[in-house]
Nanobody
Framework: QVQLVESGGGLVQAGESLRLSCAAS????????MGWYRQAPGKERELVAS???????NYADSVKGRFTISRDYARNAVYLQMNSLKSEDTAVYYC????????????????WGQGTQVTVSS
């Protein structure tokens, strides 16, 4: 019903930058929150950054000052600009969206992208 497609991952050297993109498609009335999570091998999935409709943002302490999340409401898209990348940032990054399919007061559901690999070599 709703699909999220990520792009922009890759392999970079420490200190370099990447920009991740995610676009949602399907039956969408509105998206309350879009964000990025990441999961390294053997680790739990963690929130990297989120962008709430209305303008509120949240960042993990480990990425504050280095990563910037942004939204394109018209395109149902979210972006993550990642600067000064560190080896600790290596993970699969997942796009997340909390979607209302039919109305502003209807039930919202979380959808996830398939993930995009980010590898930072040191």
């Amino acid at each position: 019903q709703v699909q999220l497609v990520e792009s922009g991952g890759g392999l970079v050297q420490a200190g370099e930058s990447l920009r991740l993109s995610c676009a949602a498609s399907g039956r969408i009335f509105s998206i309350d929150i879009m964000g990025w999570y990441r999961q390294a091998p053997g680790k739990e999935r963690e929130l990297v950054a989120s962008f709430r409709s209305g303008g509120g943002t949240n960042y993990a302490d480990s990425v504050k000052g280095r990563f910037t999340i942004s939204r394109d409401y018209a395109r149902n898209a979210v972006y993550l600009q990642m600067n000064s990348l560190k080896s600790e940032d290596t993970a699969v990054y997942y796009c997340n969206a909390r979607v209302r399919s039919s109305s502003s007061i209807g039930t919202s559901y979380d959808y996830w992208g398939q993930g995009t690999q980010v590898t930072v070599s040191s």
